[in-house]
């Protein structure tokens, strides 16, 4: 990647780096890390950015809702924080386009997978912060946090539950299939079941949110098959 394509990245984002290696950190992906025995890459800041974002949405939601419970605020919470809403964001910006890959990994599909979007999307919000301090990591969140003026909670277990215990009297059970990554970058798989019939399957950062997307696919497969 060419030093114009980062002033492209910091020109759509509306923030220049002081330090362009920060940022460079943020787009390095593990796959081109190992693939040239790069020693930094963007996991760690995942992490950090995770946190930082999770801290500027709490403090947008206490805000914008003031007369909403706990609960609710930490649903709107977990639906704007989500990897399919992370990832829209990233799209918005192409963030994909700018992505270092190694060989193995650069693929048209590979730089639009949702959890690798989500993941560089939050480090970007890590790589703001570690360079220009939280104030401007925050401008740059609210950005498109301001734009989701109405935000729909979405709760397909709910639905699944209430469709399922309509046409069968009882619930659907969740099964964890798989845990992958680091304790601080895990990755979950679920799938649902009604009477032993697999119905869907979903992976996210979290068992909530692949249970949530597990159910999602349930209730396209259940409309497929009326």
């Not at 924080?81 to 994909?96: H, P, T």
């Amino acid at each position: 990647m060419s030093n114009r394509n980062f002033e492209e990245l910091q020109k759509v984002i509306e923030y220049e780096f002081n330090n362009l290696e920060v940022l460079i950190a943020a787009l390095t992906h593990k796959s081109c890390a190992a693939e040239f025995g790069l020693k930094i890459y963007n996991e760690r800041m995942e992490f950090l950015g995770d946190s930082i974002l999770s801290a500027i949405v709490a403090e947008s939601l206490y805000n914008r809702y003031s007369d909403e419970t706990e609960g609710k605020l930490s649903q709107l919470k977990s639906q704007i924080v989500s990897s399919q809403n992370l990832s829209e964001w990233a799209k918005e910006i192409k963030l994909g386009d700018f992505v270092l890959l190694g060989k193995s990994e650069d693929t048209i599909e590979s730089r639009q997978r949702e959890g690798l979007l989500c993941d560089v999307f939050e480090a970007l919000v890590c790589a703001v912060y570690l360079d220009g301090g939280f104030e401007n990591a925050k401008k740059f969140v609210l950005k498109f946090l301001d734009k989701q003026q109405d935000i729909v909670i979405t709760d397909y277990k709910s639905r699944l539950q209430e469709a399922v215990q309509s046409e069968y009297k009882i619930l659907p059970k969740y099964k964890i299939l798989r845990e992958r990554g680091p304790d601080h970058d895990k990755n979950f798989e679920v799938a649902v079941y009604v009477k032993d019939q697999l119905l869907g399957k979903g992976v996210g950062h979290s068992k909530k949110e692949a249970q949530q997307e597990a159910a999602l696919k349930a209730l396209e497969n259940i409309k497929k098959t009326v």
